[in-house]
């Protein structure tokens, strides 16, 4: 049954029961000549009522709101919209069976919660809710169904249903159910498609409920991560702590030893007697040299811990430099070589750990010192580039191989000599030089040519 106006054709039949009702029976005190208007004030009102609804179901999503409240909102709405006995949300478990997630029902028994083994669904009604097929049954007993399916929507009091498939991620996730009870339905097109928009707009609230779960999930395993992060970092500060008292109480029992030892020979007058000073002095000078190859190997442990943190302070290398190259001039004159220190005038202040700074120079300076051959050179510069401040050691005399530039910040590495003893050390120096530079953020290269080698170091600024 149609009915023409000006403005539009309205189908009746495609309008709700309830709303049918109202424009087929209407007041008394309304003459014929109402009618047609009031159709169509009936379907715009009905239009806006079901755009409201769907607008409120993605209003939900944009709020984040819970999935559980998204489903059982959306469903509490659709039933009273549809006017049907109850609205149904069946989570699937496996092709045969699930459970009822949802309901919204005027009914006094619930079905909340309860298990359903449906032997008659089976794989073929399972591909084809996944190609997004929609059963309409307007009366279980003339729709043809099988036997166990009737048995099955009799003991739900089901008489007519319409069953749309939800889908995630290409997968059958659900089935949202309208359900009418005791007696037939015919269900309208426009109630199929506000179902099928509904079931649109509850996959997209589904897949970001998984999406918060994974983001939920993630930031408690970063947790765990920290705070096993944190439990690691606490061992390892305390090992360093045991490890260096463990290391360095020998040491300095050994040296309290020798100058007891000493004192002691002073004492009795037995350090006149031939060896004994020489044999005092070579036991110092291990002691010191153990002593100095624990604290680079502590050095060198905390760095790669990355534990220290940085104490950044402000120095004039105008009046810093001086002071750290002075200790060495007489080093240099005693093996005949000679020590220059140029410093550019418009050297900027340096921010920087200065006590890191220092440990460099002076093992860079102490370097120079042991491979500059007598009459050779030691020049110490600083200036700055468009964007860094530079720092350098050069010698002249000694050569580093390209080979042996790739491996000279190497722990342990030592460059072969035809006397290894004229060059004692722990090969430690120049791998704590490279790390305490990328401690203080500080790029450190070596360049070796024509009988020159220099070592540079840049600060960013």
């Known amino acids: 049954m149609s009915i023409n106006s000006s403005e539009s054709t309205v189908e009746l039949t495609q309008l709700p029961p309830a709303v049918r009702h109202r424009v087929l029976n209407p007041d008394k005190k309304h003459s014929n000549q109402q009618f047609t208007p009031r159709i169509h004030d009936s379907v715009v009102q009905y239009q806006t009522q079901r755009e409201s609804l769907l607008e409120a179901i993605a209003q939900r999503i944009c709020r984040s709101e819970t999935l ?7 469903a509490r709405d659709l039933r009273r919209f549809l006017g049907c006995d109850r609205i149904l949300i069946y989570r699937l ?47 279980i007993y003339a729709a043809g169904l099988a036997p166990c ?26 089935l949202l159910t309208a359900q009418q009870s005791y007696r037939p339905r015919q269900w309208q097109q426009t109630e199929i498609d506000l179902l099928k928009q509904a079931t649109t707009h509850l996959e997209i609230a589904i897949q970001q409920a998984q999406l918060q779960q ?36 020998p040491i300095t029992s050994i040296h309290l030893a020798i100058q007891t030892i000493e004192s002691v020979l002073k004492q009795e007058g037995l350090l ?30 905390y760095l790669e811990a990355e534990i220290e943190p940085l104490t950044l302070i402000l120095i004039d290398l105008q009046t810093w430099l001086p002071a750290i190259v002075e200790p060495f001039q007489e080093l240099v004159c005693c093996q005949q070589q000679q020590l220059n220190l140029n410093i550019a005038n418009d050297i900027p202040i340096l921010e920087t750990e200065i006590a890191d700074l220092e440990r460099i120079l002076t093992e860079l300076l102490k370097n120079a010192c042991k491979f500059t051959p007598a009459g050779g050179t030691i020049t110490v510069s600083a200036f700055k580039t468009a964007d860094t ?43 704590l030089v490279q790390k305490l530079a990328k401690h203080m953020g500080a790029f450190i290269d070596v360049e070796s040519t024509s009988h020159q080698t220099t070592f540079t170091l840049r600060f960013p600024y």
């Open 68 to 74: 559980n409240t998204i489903l059982n909102e959306t």
């Open 93 to 139: 478990e496996s092709n045969t069976s699930g459970f009822i997630a949802v309901e919204a029902s005027v009914t006094p028994d619930s079905l909340l919660g309860t298990a359903i083994a449906d032997p008659c669904f089976g794989e073929k009604y399972a591909e084809r809710y996944k190609r997004r097929g929609i059963q309409v049954i307007e009366d």
């Open 149 to 174: 399916y009737i048995d099955l929507l009799n003991s739900m009091e089901v008489r007519a249903n319409i069953v749309v498939p939800i889908l995630f991620k290409q997968q059958l996730w659900g």
């Open 214 to 249: 994974q983001v939920e999930n993630l930031q408690v395993q970063l947790e765990v991560q920290k705070q096993e992060s944190e439990k690691l970092e606490r061992l390892k500060q305390e090992f360093l702590r045991t490890l260096s008292h463990e290391l360095k109480t």
């Open 272 to 301: 006149e007697v031939e060896m004994i000073p020489q044999l005092l002095q070579i036991l110092q000078k291990e002691c010191r040299r153990e002593s100095k190859l624990i604290d680079d190997l502590l050095s060198l442990t």
């Open 389 to 431: 401040v530079v720092l350098s050691v050069s010698n002249s005399g000694a050569e580093i191989t390209a080979l042996e530039q790739l491996k000279i910040f190497d722990p342990f590495y030592r460059i072969p000599n035809d006397d290894p003893w004229k060059y004692s050390g722990t090969g430690l120096g120049l791998a």
